[in-house]
């Protein structure tokens, strides 16, 4: 079994120096924010002229405009016209790696997390978990300086290890920074699978990941009596296990060994009625993260996607990822949009992911509204998507001040120019964003990406 063993990394003064947001002062005022239509986050109607009193970075008041009073001395915001929505939540990407202008484990560096957890914020994400691809000692490591408040704002950063077969696991671009950080646990036997578990268990980890997939033949494959033991010792210690799998066969196995979250979509193939039974009883929590396998947006010249990224990556996206659709394209569009309503019908709790972080061609913030549209062009309401963007993400990592609107949460919210409940693309028409009550500054961290060139 391979263990991680690399030292936590040192944090530089130089990070703090170049902090690009300030936070402490809009988190301490008492603000009214009144006139915009409120989106809950839940399944609960909007408030169509709302309004909601931030104090502490939280939210202590929420209503009707008129209905809520101002406490004296509290700064009035007019948000008439506007769309307010929780701050969104992203349970699966791959942290640390990409650099814009070059990807590897070389990259993985707290400065380097710390910038795509700033550019989730930019987008709207208030909390990124990094699945199986993250060193232990330097996540915890980065957790514990992030609580206290050594950091810039960003997204708040979770992270859980992965357990794979010797050789197995991560996909062959991931794979080089996985091994040459010694991330991955090598599991054989089920023995050893409990064991690992339980190390996970005593650092007061919460989730592991599993690979279940031999990448059409190519990787060793997990055996059932390695991943059974995985389910079965980790909910003994309370913790959940997110089981990347994706053809059918697989996800049935995993789904019927009771694998918490279920990770990708079955693209190849319609499901059947025994998964559909499947998935009745078990209800996984369930992430898509179909859209790394989309024609990039990158290749649509959109400002929105286009203004975090160097000039030179863009260029070199549009020349490689660009060219024409794929003749399987046709056929992929019709079998997602035939799943991916019988999972959410058959009880499967979406949740948001992206698997952002392997290729610049899928990126940090954007790439979540990107897959927030895929759901809704695959037959989901905006509102559901919007439900399985914020509050249900926040149920399944036990986040009980996050993912909606309502007194006594956290205020993580964003503010919209128009209403995404007509049009999920309206979640990209972002005004400002704001973590425990404090605006982002957008304007200068965009600033400071660009002056360096958006690389690391």
């Not at 897959?371 to 998507?385: H, I, N």
């Not at 249900?392 to 919209?416: H, N, Q, S, W």
């Not at 972002?430 to 690389?455: F, M, N, P, T």
């Amino acid at each position: 079994m391979r263990r991680m063993t690399l030292p936590a990394c040192g944090l530089m003064v130089a990070l703090l120096a170049s902090i690009a947001y300030s936070q402490s002062r809009g988190a301490s005022a008492v603000v009214l924010y009144e006139g915009a239509r409120l989106i809950i986050g839940d399944t609960s109607a909007p408030i169509e002229s709302g309004a909601f009193v931030v104090s502490g970075g939280r939210i202590t008041a929420l209503g009707r405009s008129g209905a809520v009073r101002a406490p004296a001395g509290a700064t009035r915001v007019d948000l008439a016209g506007k769309t307010v929505m929780p701050a969104m939540i992203n349970v699966h990407v791959h942290i640390g790696y990409e650099g814009y202008t070059s990807w590897g484990a070389e990259n993985y560096t707290p400065q380097n997390v710390l910038d795509h957890l700033q550019r989730e914020a930019f987008y709207g994400i208030a909390v990124t978990q990094s699945v199986g691809s993250s060193p232990t000692d330097q996540a915890i490591q980065f957790q514990r300086d992030q609580d206290a408040g050594k950091f810039a704002p960003a997204s708040r950063f979770l992270f859980m290890p992965g357990m794979a077969p010797p050789n197995g696991g991560p996909d062959a671009i991931l794979l080089k920074g996985t091994s040459a950080l010694h991330v991955v646990y090598e599991v054989s036997t089920g023995e050893e699978a409990r064991a690992a578990v339980r190390t996970m268990a005593a650092r007061q980890l919460k989730s592991v990941k599993i690979w279940v997939d031999d990448r059409r033949g190519t990787y060793p494959k997990m055996t059932p009596e390695v991943y059974n033991a995985i389910i079965d010792e980790a909910h003994a210690h309370q913790m959940m296990v997110h089981a990347h799998a994706i053809a059918l066969p697989d996800q049935k196995a995993v789904v019927r060994a009771g694998a918490d979250v279920l990770v990708h979509t079955t693209q190849n193939e319609k499901l059947d009625d025994e998964f559909l039974a499947l998935l009745r009883e078990k209800k996984p929590y369930w992430t898509t993260v179909i859209g790394l396998g989309d024609r990039s947006e990158v290749c649509d010249n959109d400002p929105f996607i286009d203004q975090t990224y160097p000039a030179k990556t863009l260029a070199d996206i549009r020349a490689a990822s660009c060219g024409p659709v794929s003749p399987n394209a046709a056929n992929r569009e019709a079998i997602l949009a035939n799943n991916l309503p019988q999972y959410v019908a058959a009880g499967a709790r979406l949740v948001l992911g992206t698997d952002a972080g392997i290729t610049p061609r899928h990126a940090f913030g954007w790439a979540d509204h990107h897959e927030m549209s895929r759901w809704v062009k695959s037959g989901l309401t905006p509102s559901q998507a919007i439900v399985a963007a914020t509050s249900r993400p926040a149920e399944l990592l036990g986040l009980k001040d996050m993912g909606t609107l309502a007194v006594g949460k956290r205020a993580d919210f964003i503010v919209l120019s128009a209403n995404p409940l007509e049009n999920i693309r309206n979640t990209r028409e972002i005004s400002a964003v704001y973590l425990g009550g404090a605006k982002l500054d957008r304007d200068a961290r965009l600033a400071q990406w660009k002056r360096s060139g958006a690389a690391q």
